[in-house]
């Protein structure tokens, strides 16, 4: 089974930082691409940003946001500087995973907590 574990979230000011971290466990053949996505209340996930073959960011976030990995500890961080109240949301890492068995899958962490408010 892979596990994806996520941290880092909290309450910060408006134009403050975060970084989050999601680091995934178990029998992994190849990581394929990791990411990060959000969910505000009352809104649909979305995806904030995705590293993979390239890196790919939401407008909203571009230049404040930086993902990036570290593939020997299997691990995505998702950099937040410059943050508003609009980043409010649950923050999900996701991961295209292909396990030791040759199955190619997506999963989710259980999401982590980013508030931002004065």
């Known amino acids: 089974q892979v596990q994806l574990v996520e941290s880092g979230g909290g309450l910060v000011q408006p134009g403050g930082s975060l970084r989050l971290s999601c680091a995934a466990s178990?029998?992994?053949?190849?990581?394929?691409?990791m990411g990060w996505y959000r969910q505000a209340p009352g809104k649909q996930r979305e995806l904030v940003a995705t590293?993979?073959?390239?890196?790919n960011y939401a407008d909203s976030v571009k230049g404040r946001f930086t993902i990036s990995r570290d593939n020997a500890k299997n691990t995505v961080y998702l950099q937040m500087n410059s943050l508003k109240p609009e980043d409010t949301a649950v923050y999900y890492c996701?991961?295209?995973?292909?396990?030791?068995?040759?199955?190619?899958?997506?999963?989710w962490g259980q999401g982590t907590q980013v508030t931002v408010s004065s």
């Open positions: 178990g029998v992994i053949f190849r990581i394929n691409a």
């Open positions: 590293s993979g073959g390239s890196t």
């Open positions: 996701n991961a295209d995973i292909t396990n030791a068995f040759f199955k190619r899958q997506d999963y």
